[in-house]
């Protein structure tokens, strides 16, 4: 429905000088677009993926197709200027209420993952699931939406985007009947945006207590101290 109705929203900038821009969903044929910015931001800002290496060499094989699979769903949404470049994205993917599911899924990949950076965060993953323990939470709810990735064109930052990319995001996730919105922040500064957003802490553990053998498997510089899931209900 909303891909037939085209861009939904349009954000004006604040002076002339401000090009406009317009949150549409987005289209399998957006990938390579999608990839370009993610690379340019996500890759490169996520704390985990700083304090391991993960990119210092370049791209990363396993990030890469972690972030591909995720647009593989059709809940997700991007953000074009005038010209048609994508300027800011939030990609969605709705998965299961369900006990240890998404947990086992990550401890699975990361116990055969051959990447020694890429593992560690997918053990953190894991052990964010044990943590959060949405299935307990919130017993009577069969799905959630997951805002998966997040990022915006450093140019673009602070113009709104994220608000709009989430109402959006809120809009369709009502649509289908789903009550459950969650976002993980694995930085301080993330953290900020989706308690500025409304959603609520459930589960925020220090990264020097998510351990194996004993040890932190990742510890992110400062201000990043923290590993949270954030949630939202939506009215429906």
Same mark, same amino acid.
């Given at each position: 429905?909303?891909?037939?109705?085209?861009?939904? +929203?349009?954000?004006? *900038? /604040?002076?002339?000088?401000?090009?406009? $821009?317009? &949150?549409?969903?987005?289209?399998? @044929?957006?990938?390579?677009?999608?990839?370009?910015?993610?690379?340019?931001?996500?890759?490169?800002?996520?704390?985990?993926?700083?304090?391991?290496? +993960?990119?210092?060499? *370049? /791209?990363?094989?396993?990030?890469?197709? $972690?972030? &591909?699979?995720?647009?593989?769903? @059709?809940?997700?949404?991007?953000?074009?200027?005038?010209?048609?470049?994508?300027?800011?994205?939030?990609?969605?993917?709705?998965?299961?209420?369900?006990?240890?599911?998404?947990?086992?899924?990550?401890?699975?990949?990361?116990?055969?993952?051959?990447?020694?950076?890429?593992?560690?965060?997918?053990?953190?993953?894991?052990?964010?699931?044990?943590?959060?323990?949405?299935?307990?939470?919130?017993?009577?709810?069969?799905?959630?939406?997951?805002?998966?990735?997040?990022?915006?064109?450093?140019?673009?930052?602070?113009?709104?985007?994220?608000?709009?990319?989430?109402?959006?995001?809120?809009?369709?996730?009502?649509?289908?009947?789903?009550?459950?919105?969650?976002?993980?922040?694995?930085?301080?500064?993330?953290?900020?945006?989706?308690?500025?957003?409304?959603?609520?802490?459930?589960?925020?553990?220090?990264?020097?207590?998510?351990?194996?053998?004993?040890?932190?498997?990742?510890?992110?510089?400062?201000?990043?101290?923290?590993?949270?899931?954030?949630?939202?209900?939506?009215?429906?």
């Amino acid at each position: 429905m909303l891909n037939d109705m085209g861009a939904i +929203l349009r954000q004006q *900038g /604040s002076t002339m000088s401000q090009p406009s $821009y317009e &949150v549409k969903l987005m289209r399998k @044929e957006d990938a390579d677009d999608v990839m370009e910015l993610l690379r340019r931001t996500f890759f490169i800002d996520e704390p985990m993926n700083q304090a391991v290496g +993960l990119c210092a060499e *370049g /791209s990363c094989a396993e990030l890469d197709d $972690y972030c &591909v699979h995720a647009l593989d769903g @059709e809940l997700s949404f991007k953000a074009v200027d005038k010209e048609g470049n994508i300027v800011g994205v939030m990609i969605n993917e709705i998965c299961p209420v369900k006990e240890n599911a998404i947990s086992n899924t990550y401890l699975s990949n990361a116990q055969s993952c051959q990447n020694p950076k890429f593992q560690k965060i997918l053990y953190v993953l894991a052990k964010r699931e044990d943590s959060a323990k949405i299935w307990e939470r919130f017993p009577h709810e069969e799905n959630f939406v997951d805002v998966k990735i997040a990022a915006t064109d450093p140019k673009w930052r602070k113009r709104g985007i994220m608000n709009e990319l989430l109402k959006a995001t809120e809009k369709l996730t009502t649509e289908k009947g789903i009550r459950l919105l969650r976002m993980d922040t694995s930085s301080a500064y993330s953290a900020m945006t989706a308690e500025r957003l409304g959603f609520t802490c459930i589960s925020s553990t220090p990264y020097l207590d998510i351990k194996m053998d004993g040890r932190p498997i990742i510890v992110p510089e400062p201000p990043h101290v923290n590993d949270s899931v954030y949630v939202k209900l939506m009215n429906i």
